[in-house]
């Protein structure tokens, strides 16, 4: 899996349904309508996310591999 950053994953979820609802800081904050799940996505310029932290975002929100180049 290629790391991306935390624009490009936002853009990933905007895709998909999910929904800015705040940010705190640098951290953007999405949730979508019937889930509880929050996400919180950060964004520090063009720093890459580590590969933990956008498998465990992308099986919170329910999407694979192939949804990163759609």
């Known amino acids: 899996m290629k790391p991306i950053t935390g ?3 936002i853009k990933i979820l905007e895709r998909h ?3 800015l609802l ?3 800081g640098s951290h953007h904050i999405f949730g ?3 889930l509880k ?5 950060p964004i520090h310029g063009d720093k890459k996310l580590k ?3 956008l498998k ?3 099986r919170l929100a329910g999407l ?4 990163l180049s759609d």
């Open 37 to 41: 799940v929050r996400l919180s996505v």
């Open 64 to 67: 694979s591999e192939n949804d």
């Open 56 to 58: 465990r975002q992308m």
């Open 17 to 19: 349904g999910w929904k």
């Open 22 to 24: 705040r940010i705190n």
């Open 51 to 53: 590969l933990g932290l």
């Open 32 to 34: 979508k309508k019937g």
């Open 7 to 9: 624009r490009q994953f």
